[in-house]
Nanobody, 120 residues
Framework: QGQLVESGGGLVEAGGSLELHCAHS????????MGWYRQARGKQRDFVAS???????SHLDSVKGRFTMSWGNAKNTVILQMNNLQNDDTDSYYC??????????????WGQGTQVTVSS
């Protein structure tokens, strides 16, 4: 178990930048990966980016070169740097953490979401 706390969302003009932070606290188990999905009203929740404990990163094709995933300085924290934001990036962004409870059991935890709104 644990808690995911998200921050950094807000309103930004097209072409601007935001930095989303997510911190996973309260867990005594290994975190295998953390990342972000996003979901617009009436649409599916889509993968955005992730990073593993081995520092392997993955990004949605449409955000490659604009969004960058990285581990934060504090343990079990991640940063999603979002540059050159576009109207299509407007979504609720949800952080996840994959927690390895035991060898054969991994549980995905979700944050409550942070809103990113891009306007021009």
């Amino acid at each position: 178990q644990g808690q995911l706390v998200e921050s950094g969302g807000g309103l930004v003009e097209a072409g601007g930048s935001l930095e989303l932070h997510c911190a996973h606290s309260g867990s005594i188990y290994t975190i295998n990966a953390m990342g972000w999905y996003r979901q617009a009203r009436g649409k599916q929740r889509d993968f955005v980016a992730s990073i593993t404990k081995d520092n392997d990163t993955s990004h949605l094709d449409s955000v490659k070169g604009r969004f960058t995933m990285s581990w934060g300085n504090a343990k079990n924290t991640v940063i999603l740097q979002m540059n050159n934001l576009q109207n299509d990036d407007t979504d609720s962004y949800y952080c996840f953490a994959d927690q390895r409870v035991r060898a054969a059991c991994q549980i995905r935890f979700w944050g409550q979401g942070t809103q990113v709104t891009v306007s021009s």
